[in-house]
Every structure is written in C-alpha cells, then in structure tokens.
C-alpha cells in the first residue's frame, strides 16, 4: 500500500506571495491532517479534514486554509505569505478522526522557505 | 501554550546504552500517549503507544514507562543503536480530541 505522498518536496517562495500544498492519503483513509513544523515552536496542528469538512482547526491566522477533495485527496493554501510561514509543512492521514486515536501515518512534508 | 513539555532537547549515548527521554503533561483529559520516531528528510511514524491505564508497555527494544499521578511518561530504549539516530516526539491526546500535542522533539545519536 502507498503510503501519504506530498507535492511539491520544497517550495520557495517570497514574501507576499501565496502557495498550496497537496497531500494524496493512504488509501481508504478518510482524516487528513495538516501539522505546521519548525525547529522553535515544534509540530503545531493546522487543521484536520473528515469526508470534505473541516473538522477541527489550530489556532493559525485565517492566511492558512485548506479543503478535501471526494478522494480525501487534501490542500492547503497559504495566502500572503510572511517569512516566519517558513517551515515543514506535514500531511497526516487516518482511517478515522484523529480523536478516535487511530494512528496517524505522515508524509515525508512540504520544505517551504519563504524569502 | 506547550501542552506536553520534552526533555533533553538533544542526547548522545554509546552503542550499546540506555537511551531516555521524558515528558510531562497537564491536561489529566488525555488518555492515548504515543511516541514518534522521525529521521531527516522524513515525517515522523508512530513507534509505540500507551494508555493511562497501563504502567509500562515493551516493544522490542523500546519500553514506555507511564506515571499518572505524576503525569509524566518516558521512552527507554535499550542497547542503543546508530539506526535509532533519530528525533523523538512524545505526543498527546484526550479522547474525542482534535489534535495531537507534539513535545518538541529529543534529537538522539548513538555513536558506534
């Protein structure tokens, strides 16, 4: 079974610019989850997608967004983008709502550096 | 705020060593506590779990040890290698919560 690919690898972009992340989930899995990761502030939780709704969101200003496909297929857009936006942003699927403690599977996560 | 605190932040043991590596919590609502392995160039996988109410769980070389009425819980893993070069994140969760609550990381390396 694939497991969760993420597209692009690395981004680089400028300030003031946008970007959209793609996660494709493991197959049959439901959840996807966006986590933020940065060397000072660790893995932070963006926001998780369920059948298309956005079920819970972190507290990340309204510039980061997302939304699920029919395949479960995930985005997540960035808008305006600030310098402290740069870091690895990670793709997590489950066969069911992170809450209901099924396991997380990661992607390898999106390098985005934004100058 | 961080909801679950990590420590050390780095750690070097010799081949064959104890590696530890602790974190405490306080939200008494979280009741799943995993443990993630992570290495360069890859996102993190699950490498083992504990519930509450258990005191210890093994699995191979890995143990976690949980202590509720302290909330703290540590992984101990035994006869160290350098594949287990890597960073730890301990994490937590309560159930019908949305979110897992990473600490920030221990970063190990053995050395041969």
């Known amino acids: 079974k694939a497991g969760v690919t993420q597209t692009p690898r690395y981004l680089i972009k400028t300030r003031g610019q946008q970007v959209t992340l793609s996660c494709s989930p493991i197959?049959?899995?439901?959840?996807v989850s966006w986590y933020q990761q940065t060397p000072g502030q660790g893995l932070q939780f963006l926001f998780e997608?369920?059948?298309?709704?956005?079920?819970n969101k972190g507290n990340f200003p309204g510039r980061f967004s997302g939304r699920q496909f029919s395949n479960s297929r995930s985005e997540m857009n960035v808008s305006t983008l600030e310098l402290g936006d740069s870091a690895l942003y990670l793709c997590?699927?489950?066969?069911?709502?992170?809450?209901?403690?099924?396991?997380?599977?990661f992607g390898p996560g999106t390098r985005l550096t934004v100058l | 705020q961080q909801q679950v605190k990590q420590s050390p932040q780095s750690l070097i043991v010799q081949k064959g060593g104890i590696s530890i590596i602790n974190c405490a919590y306080e939200?008494?609502?979280?009741?799943?506590f995993p443990w993630y392995q992570q290495f360069p160039g890859k996102g993190p996988a699950l490498l083992i779990a504990?519930?509450?109410?258990?005191s210890e769980k093994k699995e191979g070389r890995f143990t976690i040890s949980f202590n509720k009425s302290a909330k703290q819980f540590s992984l101990h893993i035994m006869d160290s290698q350098p594949g287990d070069s890597a960073t730890y994140f301990c994490?937590?969760?309560?159930?019908?919560?949305?979110?897992?609550?990473f600490g920030k990381g221990t970063s190990l390396l053995v050395t041969p």
């Open positions: 997590a699927s489950s066969t069911g709502l992170a809450g209901t403690h099924n396991e997380q599977f």
């Open positions: 197959s049959g899995h439901r959840s």
């Open positions: 997608y369920f059948s298309e709704t956005q079920r």
């Open positions: 939200n008494t609502a979280f009741d799943y």
């Open positions: 504990i519930r509450p109410d258990v």
């Open positions: 994490a937590a969760i309560r159930n019908s919560g949305y979110a897992l609550n």
